[in-house]
């Protein structure tokens, strides 16, 4: 099938690629197209997903309740201590706010929260709506800031604004009001903070413990389990270490500028990635500490001794099998490129939500020929693709889960929702069980996929059968 055939809308031609059929180009990180239906967020629920983890803190959606709802407890990210993120607050504004303006509603929201659950800071999220009537948000938060002793830092986060990365910009300018006001005092030279990782299942924790046993230490994470103290002494590390590029970048690339800060960029996801992001941070200490490095490749030897076999039994299963990848960052699609080859499969779709050119040509150069890269698809070329490569599993969110189910094609979870980490050595053992599961689970003889296989007598024959077992004598 040609590009022109399955494109749905001819203004995306630019965003889909066919690897092999002409020089690569790719059309992104740009306005979603209207009617095109898209899987992309707003600003504000960009904003929202990344500074939502810190722990600590409240966090008032500043807008109509439907804002506060589609965002509540967006992500599965977990907390050692308090849980006060887990709680949604809005200012619930109604007609007359609108009218009359909403500033006074949020200064006694904001008194009311911080007088009753002491937060050791709160953030204020713009919505649309409030960008539209025009309350002094900046005004509001100074005021309370002063009056109740704690940060309460504004998030211009209103919808109108852009896309989902605008949210995550949104989201580094806010916390970056914070950095620079705690006391560095007794950081360690060999010190780490966590940007990009929001301790999904509790991710964040094997990610630390492997830094702990080459004798680093985590000052932040930013922001899984996130605290309001320790991203307040963050500037003390020696190095950013940043996992979801597209979320916390622009943080990275701030702290550079004004602390001299450096990073790097870095993957936790597949055996590759994981273990070169592991030696990417020990060669940076180095010449600090000489015996890193060593520590650093015990570790390794130590977990894959014990994820190689067991890696191997799946692969014999798998080898052959087709997968699908569709993600919010580009940084997650990579590994899953590399982690699906360790496992005998072959990706012949993978794109994301958010990528840039620079992600994208990297996905480019990793693919096989043939492979499928989309820039913010839509429910509809998702499908078409997903029919037309005949994949046995399809990799995504939430939002992709449902059409994956209705072509009868096996789902795997790579968002907010998962209850399994997914990454480090642990997490691909654990992504290779579920992918063995879903792409041979017996339920797949039941479903319509088996009759685009061209498997219609078989599967009409498995389908009589099965109601005959289930009829009384």
């Known amino acids: 099938m040609s590009l022109e055939q ?3 809308f001819d203004e995306r031609k630019d965003q889909i690629h066919r690897k092999g059929d002409a020089p690569f180009t790719m059309g992104c990180n ?62 619930d504004l109604q007609e007359k706010d609108v009218i009359f303006g909403g500033e006074e509603k949020l200064y006694k929201a904001l008194v009311e929260l911080i007088d009753r659950h002491a937060p050791a800071a709160a953030f204020v999220y713009s919505t649309c709506i409030v960008g539209i009537i025009g309350d002094d948000l900046n005004a509001v938060c100074a005021r309370v800031s002063r009056e109740k002793g704690i940060p309460v830092l504004p998030v211009q986060s209103e919808g109108f604004k852009g896309n989902k990365r605008s949210g995550y910009h949104a989201a580094c300018k806010a916390m970056f009001q914070l950095m620079g006001k705690g006391s560095t005092e007794g950081i360690s030279p060999l010190s780490v903070n966590l940007l990009g990782d929001f301790n999904l299942a509790g991710e964040i924790w094997i990610i630390r413990e492997y830094f702990r046993q080459m004798g680093i230490e985590t000052v932040a994470n930013i922001t899984g389990d996130g605290r309001v103290a320790d991203i307040r002494r963050a500037h003390g590390a020696a190095l950013n270490v940043v996992q979801c590029s ?50 650093t490749r015990a570790l390794v030897r130590e977990e894959l001794a014990v994820l190689y076999p067991r890696l191997q039994e799946y692969r014999r299963a798998l080898e052959g099998k087709k997968a699908a990848i569709y993600v919010g960052g580009a940084f997650k699609a990579f590994s899953l490129v590399k982690a699906f080859r360790l496992l005998g499969m072959q990706v012949v779709l993978a794109g994301s939500q958010t990528g840039t050119e620079e992600d994208y040509q990297e996905l480019y150069e990793i693919t096989d020929e043939g492979t499928i890269i989309v820039d913010d698809s839509n429910p509809l070329e998702l499908s078409s693709f997903l029919k037309e490569k005949d994949v046995d599993i399809f990799v995504g969110g939430v939002k992709e889960r449902p059409i994956a189910y209705k072509l009868g094609v096996g789902f795997c979870d790579h968002n907010h929702e998962r209850k399994e980490p997914l990454e480090g050595f642990v997490g691909m053992l654990n992504f290779a069980k579920e992918v063995h599961s879903s792409v041979m689970s017996p339920v797949w003889r039941f479903v319509p996929r088996s009759i685009h296989r061209g498997k219609e007598p078989a599967f009409t024959e498995s389908l009589f059968k099965a109601g005959a ?3 009384p004598n």
Do not use: N
């Not at 997903?49 to 990210?77: F, K, M, N, Q």
């Not at 597209?246 to 990073?263: V, Y």
């Open 6 to 8: 399955s494109v749905i």
């Open 469 to 471: 077992e289930c009829r």
């Open 246 to 295: 597209g979320a916390t970048m622009d943080l990275a690339k701030m702290m550079q500028e004004t602390f001299g800060t450096p990073f790097l960029r870095v993957s936790y996801f597949g055996v590759e990635d994981m273990a070169e992001s592991l030696y990417a941070v020990a060669r940076f200490f180095l010449q600090r500490d000489p015996a890193i490095m060593d520590r």
């Open 30 to 91: 740009r306005e979603s197209l209207a009617g095109a239906v898209s899987q992309r967020a707003c600003v504000f629920c960009g904003s929202r997903v990344v500074l939502y983890p810190i722990a600590d803190a409240v966090h008032l959606v500043h807008g109509p309740i439907g804002c506060a709802s589609y965002t509540w407890d967006i992500r599965g990210a977990l907390s050692s201590g308090p849980a006060l993120h887990r709680l949604s607050f809005s200012t």
